[in-house]
């Protein structure tokens, strides 16, 4: 027999009780506020054909990947973020349903990363899809919907907006490669990289266009360096629709958000104190279902980093531990505790009973350790029909009969 203990595996995490109430309620909130737009959610499986995934970014996002042959030689990926199986269920399901589609889903995601702080293998995701509708207005709803969601749960933020037509506007005489190269490193947020990038490559004029062009902060320092583009008038169509939706927002044109499948509007968000791993949130507009064996259809979404919210979030307390009765009780008393149980149980509180076999003073001392009020089942209650309440914070103590039990428990459990 191994006397080696055993661990999980890097770049994943356990979470104890304490951790999952808080993303419970976080999830909770995050669902109910998808809701309240429209979005309804979906589930699609942990793992995919690799394809799904390689088909847009190439093969080099395999080394990203959990990627294996299964038993029967399928070539299967788990799954390192939710948009391309989204619009996979559209092209295989969503067709015939009333366009356009509001999807929001919740699952967790794996790639193969460097771990750290924020950084994991094994992470979450929240996000919402919304298919085949190409409008300003859409646009700006997907983000309205993200700007609410990481409100609601509670987080502080920064948005950016931009759009990829500045860049490939700026960049338009340059050959493909270095394109992609100065934008690479712009999505690095390395803007002096860009910079040499392009005098090392003869667009030595591009250099202070470019330079202006990340620090440009209003529509029309935009528009003054890139012209009137034919992008203009929706991009600031969904600049008055945020705004009039209180939406609080930064422009930020040299947003490149990875070079993978955007086409149009993209957009993230920042929260404090997270350090390098601190964008919550990403999205944008993207073509994928036609690459799946669908029509060419326009979309636009985003991912929440959900385990990037809870560290922001981890230093205020999001649930206060529910309140919890122990019940006290003797072996010629356990059937009455078992009843009295059901009862509290069947009215939502949560009831904790010794299993151990431990003496009356030594469940009173766990209670002490563990519940908000103890409910004493002893040989005179037994006698009496009744049962004893004990505020173990104030130690007032109360007896009731067991039919008055329910009606007084939870407010003699917060009086403290
Ligand atoms: P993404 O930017 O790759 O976009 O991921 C979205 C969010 O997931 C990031 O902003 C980050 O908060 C979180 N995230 C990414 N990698 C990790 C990791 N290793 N550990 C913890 N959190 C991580 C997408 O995945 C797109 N599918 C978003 C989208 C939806 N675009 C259109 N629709």
Redesign the pocket.
């Given at each position: 027999m191994s006397t080696k203990t055993l661990a999980k595996p890097r770049?994943t995490r356990d979470m104890l009780p304490d951790e999952m109430e808080s993303r419970r309620e976080i999830e909770m909130r995050l669902r109910n506020c998808a809701r309240t737009f429209g979005y309804r959610e979906i589930t699609t499986p942990a793992f995919e054909e690799t394809e799904l995934f390689t088909i847009r970014s190439g093969e080099g996002i395999i080394a990203e990947m959990y990627a294996f042959e299964d038993k029967g030689g399928r070539s299967l990926a788990l799954r390192?973020?939710?948009?391309?199986p989204?619009l996979r269920l559209y092209v295989n399901e969503g067709r015939s349903l009333v366009k356009p589609i509001k999807w929001c889903y919740f699952g967790d995601?794996f790639?193969y990363?460097r771990?750290q702080k924020?950084?994991?293998?094994q992470?979450?995701?929240f996000?919402?899809?919304l298919i085949d509708a190409d409008s300003a207005f859409a646009d700006a709803e997907i983000i309205m919907l993200a700007n609410e969601l990481l409100t609601s749960a509670g987080v502080t933020f920064t948005l950016k907006i931009g759009h990829l037509a500045c860049m490939r506007t700026l960049l338009s005489e340059t050959p493909p490669a270095l394109q992609v190269a100065v934008r690479q490193a712009l999505d690095k947020r390395e803007s002096d990289k860009a910079a040499s990038l392009l005098s090392e490559n003869g667009y030595e004029h591009l250099v202070q266009p470019l330079l202006a062009l990340t620090q440009a902060k209003t529509l029309s320092e935009i528009f003054s360096i890139i012209g009137n583009i034919p992008e203009k008038e929706r991009i600031v169509e969904i600049c008055q629709i945020l705004d009039t939706a209180g939406v609080t927002y930064e422009l930020s044109p040299a947003i490149a958000?990875?070079l993978d499948?955007?086409t149009g509007i993209v957009f993230?968000?920042f929260a404090e104190g997270l350090g390098a791993?601190n964008?919550?949130?990403?999205?944008?507009a993207?073509r994928l279902a036609h690459l799946f064996g669908g029509k060419d259809t326009p979309?636009?979404?985003?991912?929440?980093?959900?385990?990037?919210?809870m560290v922001a979030l981890s230093n205020k307390q999001v649930v206060a531990p529910k309140p919890q009765v122990s019940i006290i009780y003797l072996p010629e008393t356990r059937d009455a505790a078992v009843h009295v149980a059901a009862m509290l149980r069947k009215r939502g509180i949560c009831v904790e009973l010794d299993l151990m076999g431990r003496s009356f003073s030594a469940q009173m001392k766990n209670a002490g350790k563990i519940a908000d009020a103890a409910i004493i089942i002893g040989e005179n209650e037994k006698s009496t029909g009744t049962v004893t309440a004990k505020n173990l914070k104030s130690g007032e103590q109360m007896q009731w009969s067991l039919s008055a039990l329910p009606e007084h428990i939870t407010e003699f459990m917060s009086e403290r």
């Amino acid at each position: 027999m191994s006397t080696k203990t055993l661990a999980k595996p890097r770049g994943t995490r356990d979470m104890l009780p304490d951790e999952m109430e808080s993303r419970r309620e976080i999830e909770m909130r995050l669902r109910n506020c998808a809701r309240t737009f429209g979005y309804r959610e979906i589930t699609t499986p942990a793992f995919e054909e690799t394809e799904l995934f390689t088909i847009r970014s190439g093969e080099g996002i395999i080394a990203e990947m959990y990627a294996f042959e299964d038993k029967g030689g399928r070539s299967l990926a788990l799954r390192p973020e939710l948009t391309a199986p989204a619009l996979r269920l559209y092209v295989n399901e969503g067709r015939s349903l009333v366009k356009p589609i509001k999807w929001c889903y919740f699952g967790d995601c794996f790639r193969y990363e460097r771990p750290q702080k924020g950084r994991y293998r094994q992470f979450w995701q929240f996000g919402a899809e919304l298919i085949d509708a190409d409008s300003a207005f859409a646009d700006a709803e997907i983000i309205m919907l993200a700007n609410e969601l990481l409100t609601s749960a509670g987080v502080t933020f920064t948005l950016k907006i931009g759009h990829l037509a500045c860049m490939r506007t700026l960049l338009s005489e340059t050959p493909p490669a270095l394109q992609v190269a100065v934008r690479q490193a712009l999505d690095k947020r390395e803007s002096d990289k860009a910079a040499s990038l392009l005098s090392e490559n003869g667009y030595e004029h591009l250099v202070q266009p470019l330079l202006a062009l990340t620090q440009a902060k209003t529509l029309s320092e935009i528009f003054s360096i890139i012209g009137n583009i034919p992008e203009k008038e929706r991009i600031v169509e969904i600049c008055q629709i945020l705004d009039t939706a209180g939406v609080t927002y930064e422009l930020s044109p040299a947003i490149a958000r990875g070079l993978d499948y955007y086409t149009g509007i993209v957009f993230e968000a920042f929260a404090e104190g997270l350090g390098a791993e601190n964008q919550i949130m990403g999205g944008g507009a993207y073509r994928l279902a036609h690459l799946f064996g669908g029509k060419d259809t326009p979309s636009v979404g985003f991912a929440i980093g959900f385990d990037r919210v809870m560290v922001a979030l981890s230093n205020k307390q999001v649930v206060a531990p529910k309140p919890q009765v122990s019940i006290i009780y003797l072996p010629e008393t356990r059937d009455a505790a078992v009843h009295v149980a059901a009862m509290l149980r069947k009215r939502g509180i949560c009831v904790e009973l010794d299993l151990m076999g431990r003496s009356f003073s030594a469940q009173m001392k766990n209670a002490g350790k563990i519940a908000d009020a103890a409910i004493i089942i002893g040989e005179n209650e037994k006698s009496t029909g009744t049962v004893t309440a004990k505020n173990l914070k104030s130690g007032e103590q109360m007896q009731w009969s067991l039919s008055a039990l329910p009606e007084h428990i939870t407010e003699f459990m917060s009086e403290r």
